[in-house]
């Protein structure tokens, strides 16, 4: 109840405006205005902020909205209360037909794409007949239920604050949730989501549609509020002002995007207002001093203004503990009489004319404890990337419980009980300790989007953030539960790696430099964690350069030199084998 307080207050405080005695009718239609744009800033904020999609073309999905009410109500009689459905079902139909291709583009291919289409729909919207061309289409019916419609901005003005209220409840569900987390863990890279089992491109879609369909809402409304439609709106220029509104607000916060929407609708009405008394009514200056105090504000706030706000507030939003005591079913353990769990046999891999793993080939047994180790460029990051099907083998084998998948993908590999860590950590920096560790328990959940939108998955988050707590627990970071994983260490966000790990419950666990960044306590009560996951039935394959840390916990050790194996064995026949102790020291050593 207490996370839920501001948005009673503010719905109430909304409510009350047109109640104001005097209030100008000219305010009221800005707050109308304020309010379209936040449903399109909301859907940015989730695509852009969120989801790290940066779209330059959410106007034309308004334009969808709003023609297709348009066209329905005016060419076929339709009551618009009825058109709602279509107009969402044909934003979303054309985000799934648009986003099947643009979310697949990466870097600066990505927002240019979005402009590319966006140029193109705006095009379209003004040369089709059946949608009035230039001229558009007007005499669009309004709003009504029964004998009230809702012709004047008053009227209407609760239809579109109700929808805001109802759009920023649903994304908050879902950024709180399996879901949300998967769509929040997309920022910083596929590799590592992919590892946990999420299927990128199903949630870039997801997210992409979901920003469409509050675009089209948005249309939908402006269609019965102006009362007519034609192009005009939905071009680049809309769309690229669309993002501002976002990023100023705070693009990676709900109620930054209904925060921006103010800020620019407001600044932009200012501006055409009075600049021209100014200026003795010379020149359309609005657009450059527009510009200016938004790179202004910008400076002030990086983040957005609303982070900004957050940051100075006397107090801090504090979230519930998750029960420990709920329960998360186990994975299915391989069989007791398992010997070999992992059989990796003359893998090889190529980029080009060079060989970074050259027909290597061991094993790691159930219960054991495996090091792999060798000079810096040896190869043992890329057997890692091999093993748990970020790269593809050029050649040869790899196998788990006798199961060849050395062309599986990243998801299925994790699916079959294999987790990981990163060399370099791969943590999202601005998600709490326990956000980022119960992505590793997200193939353990079953709820969707939509379950999430409408909290009827509950029981299932309980669960998934209990594991995570129990796993932070683990490996003794409790006390920092709640903080941002950015804030860490090194050392510890290397920690928060492993409990995410072990989120998934897996057979193998694989260890890029565990141990780097720790110090000797740390180090110890790692080992110490270790020897007790061997002991309860997990296998650890691990890469490390701290060789008392490796000789000392290891079962077995595995040397490659340049891609190529040149030992294997007990870490006392390793620390006497001359071809090791050539590879690290040289042979005058």
Not at 29 to 37: C, F, T, Y
Not at 146 to 159: C, L, R
Not at 498 to 527: S, W, Y
Request: net charge positive; with cysteine; proline share 6%.
């Amino acid at each position: 109840m207490p996370q839920r307080l501001p948005i009673i207050l503010f719905a109430l405080v909304m409510a009350a405006i047109p109640f104001i005695p005097d209030m100008p009718p000219f305010w009221i239609v800005l707050l109308d205005n304020i309010g379209l744009s936040a449903l399109v800033a909301m859907g940015l904020v989730l695509l852009t902020g969120v989801g790290g999609l940066t779209s330059f073309g959410q106007a034309a999905f308004c334009g969808f909205g709003a023609y297709t009410t348009a066209v329905l109500t005016t060419a076929y009689g339709m009551s618009p209360w009825l058109t709602l459905p279509a107009s969402l079902l044909v934003s979303g139909l054309a985000a799934v037909l648009l986003g099947l291709v643009t979310v697949r583009l990466s870097g600066h291919y990505l927002p240019l794409g979005t402009i590319a289409w966006g140029l193109g729909l705006f095009y379209l919207f003004s040369k089709l007949e059946f949608l009035g061309r230039n001229d558009g289409i007007s005499a669009i019916p309004p709003l009504s239920i029964g004998s009230f419609k809702m012709i004047d901005p008053g009227a209407i003005y609760f239809a579109i604050w109700i929808a805001v209220l109802l759009a920023a409840l649903l994304t908050m569900n879902l950024l709180d949730s399996r879901t949300g987390r998967a769509i929040r863990a997309l920022r910083r890279g596929h590799i590592a989501a992919e590892a946990f089992g999420v299927q990128t491109p199903r949630a870039k879609l997801l997210v992409f549609i979901y920003a469409a369909v509050l675009a089209g809402l948005s249309g939908w409304l402006y269609a019965h509020f102006q009362r007519a439609t034609n192009p005009t709106p939905f071009g680049a220029q809309a769309g690229i002002e669309y993002l501002f509104v976002a990023v100023v607000g705070g693009a990676g916060y709900v109620w930054g995007g209904v925060l921006g929407a103010a800020i620019v609708v407001i600044l932009k009405e200012i501006l055409q207002s009075y600049l021209p008394y100014v200026f003795g009514g010379q020149g359309q200056l609005e657009t450059i001093v527009f510009g200016i105090l938004l790179v202004l504000l910008l400076q002030l706030a990086p983040t957005g203004v609303w982070p900004w706000l957050v940051a100075r507030l006397p107090f801090k939003p504090s979230r519930k503990r998750p029960d420990t005591s709920l329960p998360l079913p186990p994975r299915p353990k391989p069989p007791a009489s398992v010997g070999v769990l992992l059989q990796i046999d003359n893998a090889r891999k190529q980029f080009g004319g060079v060989v970074a793993v050259n027909d290597v080939s061991f094993d790691v047994q159930a219960r054991e404890i495996v090091a792999l180790i060798g000079p810096n460029g040896a190869g043992k990051s890329t057997t890692f990337n091999l093993i748990t099907g970020v790269l593809r083998p050029t050649g040869g084998s790899i196998s788990i419980l006798g199961n060849k998948f050395g062309h599986a993908r990243p998801q299925q590999v994790a699916k079959l009980g294999i987790s990981r860590t990163f060399q370099h950590v791969k943590l999202v920096p601005d998600m709490t300790v326990l956000e980022n560790v119960a992505i590793g328990a997200h193939l353990r959940g079953r709820a969707g989007a939509l379950a999430s939108m409408f909290r009827l998955d509950r029981t299932d988050e309980a669960r998934l953030l209990a594991e995570a707590a129990r796993q932070i627990e683990r490996v003794g970071l409790g006390d920092q539960i709640d903080a941002l994983a950015g804030s860490l260490s090194l050392g510890q966000q290397r920690i928060v790696e492993i409990a995410r790990a072990l989120c998934v419950d897996p057979m193998l666990l694989l260890l890029d430099e565990p141990a780097a960044g720790l110090r000797h306590m740390e180090k110890q009560q790692l080992a110490a964690l270790l020897r007790q996951l061997r002991d309860g039935g997990m296998s650890v394959l691990l890469v490390e350069h701290d060789m008392g840390f490796v000789m000392d916990l290891a079962d077995r050790v595995v040397v490659l030199d340049f891609g190529t194996k040149i030992a294997e064995g007990t870490p006392d026949a390793i620390k006497t084998n001359p071809e090791v102790i050539k590879a690290y020291l040289g042979a005058a050593a």
